[in-house]
Structures are given as C-alpha cells and as structure tokens.
C-alpha cells in the first residue's frame, strides 16, 4: 500500500474509547493494506506468535509492542541472519519484553505468518518491512480454517522449542 | 526438504505407462516436500499460472518444461531484478517456448505462487530454489477453496496485463 499513518489506529488501540485526536501529519489515514493488518493484528486478545524472516517496519513493531504492554502472549521466532541488520525492530521488542528466538542454521527462517489468539493465520509473501508494504507486490492470506491454523500452529509450537535458547550448540560436535 | 531425486516422477508423466527405469543416482527418490509439489504442478491439465518472485531450481523447470510440451498453457510472471540472477531458469524456460512478464518497477514482484487449472492454488514462502527447498524453514499452503483460488487468479490477470511488453515505458516521460 502506499504511505500511510495508522496513529489513529494506534491510539485507539492504546486508550480505547479516548477522545480521537487526529494525527497533524500529511499522510493519508484511511484504510489500506498496513491498516487492514494492523486491525487484525490489534483483535489479539491472549496471544500473538510471529514466526518473521525480516521484520524492520517500525507501524507494525509499534503494534506489537502495544499488545504486549496490554497483556497480550507474544512470541516472535525470526531469523539470525536479517535479526542483525540495519533497520531490524527485533532488538527493540527484545528491549521492550518480548521473548524473542532465532534459527542457528545457514539457511533461513524464512516463513512470514503470524498467528493471532490460536484462531486466526496471517500468512504470505509478505516480509514485515516498509519496502514490502510500500513498494512491492505481495499476498496476505487471513486464514480462520481450523485445518491451516493447527498446521501453523503446530509448527510454530515446533520451531519454539527447536530454537529454545537451552539447545543452542555453542561449541558444535565434530561429525 | 532433503535432496532427493525427482527423475522418476518426471519420467513417468513425460511418458504415462512407459516402464519404470530407476534413476542410477545415489539421492533418495520417496515422498519429499518437493516431490509432493512437482506431483500436484504435474496434475496440470489445461493451464499452469506462475508468479515467481525467484525461480532457479533446475528440477522444477524441468517439470514446467514438461508440462509446456505436454500442451498445457503455462505463463510466468517473474521479478525483472531476480530474473537475471545466476542460476535463474527464467531464460532457459523463455527459451523452451514459454510466455515470461516481468515488471518494470524497482520494488520487487515478490509473489510465489502457482495456480494449476484455475483450481488449485499453491502458495507460501517458498521460491523456487533449491536454497530454499533444501536448507529454509518454508511453507506451502495447497488450496481449493474458489474464494482464495479468484483472488489469485485475478491478480494474476491483473499483473499478467499490468506487465504486458506493449506497456513497457522505454523511454518514461518527465513528471
């Protein structure tokens, strides 16, 4: 989508039922693909799980932050490779309490899907970045099927405990 | 998934009935990820829509070659930057006879996925590389359901026209 600002969104999100204090900046605010998502991602009520190749749009790391100060379970799995590069929000949400795990592998942790209160996949192309929500073209599917959600969710659970800071091999075995 | 041999699979579908000739090489030839989807690219019939955002895995254009000679109407819609990677297939694939489209933008065309028939989506976080077959976390969502098959098949259309060569802008006028 193009440039947007989702700050209403945000703050009713914050402070639901507060006065709206329209946001002084230029950018359009109605309804897009990023508000759509943000929408979504904001119906969590018990728990999130990102399991995110690349993650540096700061909208979305707002959001996810926002839930977590509201209670809400999050868990984000992402990859050790993009974890680290310029831009990233993950040492942010780190920083703000968010349990955060990544692969130790050389290939990529490389799903996009996050899995909102165990009932409702977001999943697809997208990349949690300003250039893919910007400039490039992607798929988002919103999923409620019981049949995808457990398969995400099953592999979720899986990589969580696969990539659980308790088996990571520091000092790898010879073959 | 783990390397595997697919050339059996393309045998038989390259010529139905013939008898069974056991590929001489050393890889594993049983059910595997990717010998699960080269089996539902394989059931084409009539059409075999691609939207690719990278395409370099040589035994998945052998079985969309396949399919070209075999009749079906494939058409392929890739990222103009990915395209002229090393070790894409697009050229190969151009070259065999089938339509290619890219875009013309400087964000990515970043979609992965594939439409068999106009009824059968397949989409996820895969490209189409053996990186990613072999070595990433992925996933591939397999869907019959008309609702989601649509909303593919007409971006589809959409960029298939949007990407047309008679739209190309080779010399883009001045804002």
Same mark, same amino acid.
């Given at each position: 989508?193009?440039?947007?600002?989702?700050?209403?969104?945000?703050?009713?999100?914050?402070?639901?039922?507060?006065?709206?204090?329209?946001?002084?900046?230029?950018?359009?605010?109605?309804?897009?693909?990023?508000?759509?998502?943000?929408?979504?991602?904001?119906?969590?009520?018990?728990?999130?799980?990102?399991?995110?190749?690349?993650?540096?749009?700061?909208?979305?790391?707002?959001?996810?932050?926002?839930?977590?100060?509201?209670?809400?379970?999050?868990?984000?799995?992402? !990859?050790?490779?993009? =974890?680290?590069?310029?831009?990233?929000?993950?040492?942010?949400?780190?920083?703000?309490?968010?349990?955060?795990?990544? !692969?130790?592998?050389?290939? #990529? =942790?490389?799903?996009?899907?996050?899995?909102?209160?165990?009932? =409702?996949?977001?999943?697809?192309?997208?990349?949690?970045?300003?250039?893919?929500?910007?400039?490039?073209?992607?798929?988002?599917?919103?999923?409620? !099927?019981?049949? #995808?959600?457990?398969?995400?969710?099953?592999?979720?659970?899986?990589?969580?405990?696969?990539?659980?800071?308790?088996?990571?091999?520091?000092?790898?075995?010879?073959?």
């Amino acid at each position: 989508s193009r440039p947007c600002c989702i700050e209403a969104l945000l703050a009713e999100a914050a402070e639901p039922g507060a006065p709206a204090r329209p946001c002084p900046c230029p950018l359009p605010s109605g309804d897009t693909a990023l508000s759509r998502l943000v929408r979504r991602l904001l119906s969590a009520r018990r728990s999130l799980d990102l399991c995110l190749f690349s993650f540096s749009c700061p909208q979305l790391a707002r959001a996810v932050q926002l839930l977590h100060r509201r209670g809400v379970r999050v868990r984000l799995v992402t !990859d050790a490779q993009y =974890m680290g590069l310029h831009g990233s929000q993950i040492g942010r949400l780190r920083h703000a309490g968010i349990q955060v795990r990544h !692969d130790q592998d050389s290939g #990529y =942790m490389h799903h996009k899907f996050a899995i909102v209160d165990r009932r =409702m996949l977001i999943t697809g192309s997208l990349n949690w970045t300003t250039q893919a929500i910007q400039s490039n073209r992607e798929n988002v599917l919103v999923v409620e !099927d019981a049949e #995808y959600v457990k398969a995400f969710q099953e592999e979720f659970e899986r990589i969580w405990e696969e990539y659980n800071p308790a088996n990571y091999r520091f000092f790898p075995e010879k073959q």
